[in-house]
């Protein structure tokens, strides 16, 4: 089957939905793509105990706030999922899933979205796959060596798999602090980060992190010295349950180990510990192979962008993968201010 529309947009998650809210107000004609086969984005496949950094009314998409969580201070992963779901519906946003996107080439004077069920022919395509879906493991040495179970981030779930286990957790940004928090009390719990981790203070959630994001892009958009933004405050937010695990010295962290043994890891002292499970909180690449076809990519995997829109093909704009597509624009209240960005550049190109 073949199909024609304005836009092109690749991701039905937060993202996805931002940038549909913005091109339905302005009128354009467009399709969403989502290769999952329900709503909710990544945080479908959430661990049961994540929740968000910030209160409901901070962590909203353009349009509509967030409802409170009955009992939740910060609404965890499946209120997320039912937000989305409603505001897909609130929005009668043209999703169609699921479609799995294959590849987007260039045809003419258009782009053509290649997919598992049929072709887009469109005259500007945002990609918004995110980067839950590609999971980086870095390269250790003694990888395949090791006897026991390796997982990521991705296929955590609960402690409960783990309960009487050796268990390593490695990394040392919120997912692994969250994560080994979780594991604290029922498991053997080793964690490992590549430096000493830095705690925010207390009193820090998503709302200070994005005004931190704001400031830092207002700063360089200005000429004034960059304010190092999110970065510069620390890397891991003391949302409850990990303050809980720090407060109670359940979370201490060693260094990096140099390689994997058999029966566990090593450090390069020769000091080991022991595991029979290895849980790899390293984070992720963005999820681009489906824009392969236009060559955009550089030596560093990154494609190169002028705010959204990606330099060697002005019909293609890139949402939600992370400051360099817009300050916290992988966050859900930061996703809107570049969404609405990158629709309205879209209109002023197809009306030109």
Same mark, same amino acid.
């Given at each position: ?97 699921? /479609?799995?996107? !294959? $590849? ?7 782009? @053509?979205?290649?997919? %598992?069920? #049929?072709?887009?022919? =469109? ?106 933004? /999110?970065?510069? !405050? $620390? ?7 990990? @303050?809980?695990?720090? %407060?109670? #010295?359940?979370?201490? =962290? ?99």
């Amino acid at each position: 089957m073949t199909y024609t529309t304005q836009v092109v947009v690749i991701g039905g998650g937060q993202a996805g939905l931002a940038a549909g809210y913005h091109l339905r107000r302005l009128g354009l004609d467009f399709v969403i793509l989502d290769a999952q086969s329900a709503p909710g984005g990544a945080w479908q496949h959430a661990w049961d105990s994540l929740h968000l950094f910030s209160p409901a009314a901070y962590s909203s998409l353009p349009g509509r706030l967030m409802p409170s969580q009955s009992g939740e201070t910060y609404p965890d992963a499946q209120h997320v999922v039912e937000y989305l779901t409603d505001y897909e519906k609130r929005y009668e946003l043209p999703v169609e899933r699921p /479609v799995r996107v !294959l $590849g987007v080439h260039r045809d003419g004077g258009l782009l @053509r979205v290649e997919t %598992d069920s #049929g072709t887009w022919y =469109a005259r500007a395509a945002i990609s918004a796959t995110g980067t839950w879906w590609r999971p980086f493991l870095p390269a250790i040495p003694g990888h395949a060596a090791f006897e026991g179970r390796q997982l990521h981030t991705v296929e955590y779930r609960s402690p409960a798999d783990f309960a009487g286990q050796r268990v390593i957790v490695v990394g040392g940004g919120n997912s692994g602090a969250q994560i080994a928090a979780d594991l604290a009390h029922d498991t053997d719990l080793t964690w490992v980060t590549q430096r000493p981790p830095r705690f925010l203070a207390d009193d820090i959630d998503g709302r200070a992190l994005f005004d931190a994001a704001t400031a830092r892009r207002r700063a360089l958009e200005e000429g004034r010295t960059d304010t190092g933004g /999110v970065a510069s !405050l $620390g890397d891991i937010v003391a949302v409850p349950p990990v @303050r809980e695990a720090r %407060d109670r #010295g359940l979370l201490k =962290a060693s260094p990096m180990f140099s390689r994997l043994v058999p029966g566990g890891v090593e450090w390069v002292d020769g000091t080991r510990a022991e595991a029979d499970t290895i849980i790899w909180c390293t984070g992720f690449r963005p999820a681009l192979a489906h824009l392969a076809p236009l060559g955009l990519r550089g030596a560093r995997g990154h494609i190169a962008t002028e705010g959204t829109r990606a330099v060697g093909e002005p019909r293609l704009h890139l949402l939600g993968y992370g400051d360099w597509t817009g300050p916290a624009s992988a966050t859900l209240i930061g996703v809107g201010r570049t969404a609405r960005e990158a629709a309205h550049q879209i209109a002023r190109r197809l009306s030109a």
